[in-house]
Structures are given as structure tokens and as C-alpha cells.
């Protein structure tokens, strides 16, 4: 029984991890009230994951109240966010940057989104785009 019961669990971790598709090398160009790089946007069947970094001055604080990506076509409110809490403020230590991971509903790749905080000092705006590749 333990033997198919762990067979089970890597057979449906190896099939949730077939309909992944993360893309990385993407550029990150954002406003000045919120500085976010995205580093890979991971797109599942259940949830598009958007992975990326806050950046700020060390020993400030701000808030996110929410975010939302918009593709052509498509705009979503993020269900959940990890490295911060939505409505509660945090601090920037040293370093001045903070991992975070976005969730947002299912959605198609896209080569360009937009994400929009919503923050006390009003909409942040970063606009994402996969980055070509260099040929050699």
C-alpha cells in the first residue's frame, strides 16, 4: 500500500510538472512609487505564478493593497501573494530587495504583461517583457 501511495504522489507530481511552462529572461521596467524585476512567470493549468523581487531604499517601508496583470486581452486580480502580506505594511532590510511570488488565475503566455500595485501612494505600474534571445 505505502508503495503505491508513493507511487501515486510521483506520478501526479510528475504530470502537474508536464503542463508547467516557466519563462525566464524577461525585463522589468517600472515607475518610481514601486520597483518590482520579474525574475520567470511560471504558467500552469490551475495558476500563472509571476516570481520577481521588490527593490527599495533599506529601512523604508510601503504596502500593497493588490495586483493585477493585464495581457492582450486578459486582466486578472492576483489571488495570493508570499514574501509579503497584501494590506499590511513591511520593511526593506539591508539589501532593500524582498522575493515575492504573485498567483494569479490560469492564462496563456504572453510575450508582454502589465502588473499594476495598488499601494498608498496610489497605482504602480511595471510593464514586462520577454527579453529576445542572442544568437551566436
Known amino acids: 500500500m505505502k508503495r503505491f501511495l508513493f507511487a501515486s504522489i510521483i506520478l501526479g507530481l510528475t ?4 503542463n508547467a511552462k516557466v519563462i525566464r529572461n ?9 520597483v518590482f ?9 490551475d495558476l500563472t505564478r509571476v516570481y520577481g523581487k521588490l527593490f527599495g531604499r533599506p529601512h523604508t517601508s ?14 486578472s486580480t ?12 513591511f520593511q526593506w532590510e ?7 511570488e504573485l498567483d494569479f488565475p490560469a492564462m496563456k503566455d504572453s510575450q508582454g ?14 510593464h514586462v517583457k520577454v527579453q529576445p534571445t542572442q544568437r551566436k
Open 15 to 18: 504530470a502537474t510538472s508536464i
Open 26 to 34: 524577461y525585463t522589468s521596467q517600472s515607475d518610481d512609487k514601486l
Open 37 to 45: 524585476k520579474v525574475d520567470s512567470i511560471d504558467y500552469r493549468s
Open 62 to 75: 510601503n504596502r500593497i493593497d493588490g495586483v493585477t496583470i493585464m495581457t492582450t486581452g486578459t486582466t
Open 78 to 89: 492576483s489571488n495570493d501573494i508570499d514574501g509579503v502580506d497584501f494590506h499590511r505594511y
Open 94 to 100: 539591508e539589501e532593500g530587495s524582498i522575493p515575492v
Open 113 to 126: 504583461i502589465q502588473l499594476i500595485f495598488d499601494t498608498p501612494l496610489g497605482h504602480s505600474h511595471t
